[in-house]
Structure formats: C-alpha cells, structure tokens
C-alpha cells in the first residue's frame, strides 16, 4: 500500500503506560498524518507533519504527541494511555496534498485496545 | 462539532442498483472533495475526487454530483456489485494540509 508500514498492527496495553505508534514509509513524501478511526466519527485527524521536525495539531491532539526526526518515520506517542485512547489509528502520507494528483495514501492501520 | 455531515450511516442496495450517498458541509473554505473507499482491515483509498467548480464527474460507475450553492455533494454508484460492498467515507480538503472525513456511510450490496 504505497509503501507505507505500519508497526505494530495490533497492541493491548494497560491505562496509564506510554505507548509509541509507528509509521515508516519508503515513498520519500514530505507529508505524513495520523488519523483515528472510530465508529460514529469518521477518521479524525490527530497530528500531521510537513517536513523533517515540522509536525502541527489536528482536531484530537489533547493526549498525543508526535516526532519526526527523518523524512521516512512518523512517530505517534500516548503519554499515559486511556481507555478513551481505544482505536484504530491510520498512518498517511502525500506529496502535494490537497491537489488531484497526489491524494492521501494510507497504510493498513494499528488497532490499539487500551485496558 | 463535525464539519462534513454524511448520511446514511448504512446502506443496503441490491445488485444492479443505484446506491447513493450524501455530504454535506458548512467552511466555505473547503476547495477540494474525494470520496474514499475503505474495506475491512485495510485503510482508506481514492476512489474520485471533484473541484467545487464542477457539478458532476464521473469515472466508470461512479459519479460525484456536487451543488456549491447548497454546500452538497454526493456519491452514485451506478450497477452496484457485491465487490463494491465498503465503507466510504467523504471528505474535504481546506487548504493543502487538512483533510476533514465525514463519518462513513457503510455500503451492502445484496444479491
């Protein structure tokens, strides 16, 4: 899927432990997002990166932090996880976004349950 | 608050049949609006796109009818086959670095 993983694919972890969302792609896009999907809303985007330690917030940011220290690796950190945390969280990546010719592509997902 | 608005929440069509979804949106700043395709364990993929000025595009079955006075715009699946049962999500673009989703409209195509 354009060349994007995601890592893990599944986790189970306790409320109140930190836990580090990966996404790694080999398409050398400047643009990276994170998205959460859950039932009832949709894809909500949570941060998104425009260059090499250029991140922003998205609409659900309050409790995720992100880094980018290399073009091909987006990092999603929960601090202290919360049930409310429970998820599936979508890695994407652009070249132009915004234009018709280089549309979201996202990878496969990480479907995190926060016990 | 969910900026783009999408209905149905489910869909049961027949095979042959005309599904048809809705979006709706209220930032007049949005200039740009794909519709994407999701299928169980996979993440979301471009299926067709429209400019706010354009009021119809089409590609093979699918058709985006957009109304910009209105601020609506929808997906036609024309012929719907089982292989089109998705969910499908619409979505804006503000600028060139957000893209809003609207809540997904999940489609069965029955025999």
């Known amino acids: 899927d354009a060349g994007i993983t995601q890592s893990p694919r599944h986790k189970v972890t306790e409320t109140g432990t930190p836990v580090t969302l990966r996404c790694h792609q080999t398409?050398?896009?400047?643009?990276m997002y994170w998205y959460r999907q859950d039932p009832g809303h949709g894809l909500r985007l949570i941060h998104y990166?425009?260059?090499?330690?250029?991140?922003d917030k998205g609409e659900v940011s309050d409790g995720y932090s992100v880094s980018r220290s290399k073009t091909e690796d987006f990092l999603l950190t929960l601090e202290s996880a919360t049930s409310s945390q429970t998820s599936v969280y979508f890695c994407?990546?652009?070249?132009?976004?915004?234009?018709?010719?280089?549309?979201?592509?996202f990878g496969n997902g990480t479907r995190l349950t926060v016990t | 608050q969910q900026q783009v608005k999408q209905s149905p929440q489910s869909l049961i069509v027949q095979k042959g049949g005309i599904s048809i979804i809705n979006c709706a949106y209220e930032?007049?700043?949005?200039?740009?609006f794909p519709w994407y395709q999701q299928f169980p364990g996979k993440g979301p993929a471009l299926l067709i796109a429209?400019?706010?000025?354009?009021s119809e595009k089409k590609e093979g079955r699918f058709t985006i009818s957009f109304n910009k006075s209105a601020k609506q715009f929808s997906l036609h699946i024309m012929d719907s086959q089982p292989g089109d049962s998705a969910t499908y999500f619409c979505?804006?673009?503000?600028?060139?670095?957000?893209?809003?989703f609207g809540t997904g409209t999940r489609l069965t195509i029955i025999p």
């Open positions: 994407a990546i652009s070249t132009s976004p915004g234009q018709s010719n280089s549309p979201l592509h």
């Open positions: 398409e050398n896009h400047r643009y």
């Open positions: 979505a804006a673009w503000e600028g060139n670095e957000k893209l809003t």
């Open positions: 990166s425009y260059g090499v330690k250029d991140t």
């Open positions: 930032n007049t700043a949005f200039d740009y």
């Open positions: 429209i400019r706010p000025d354009v």
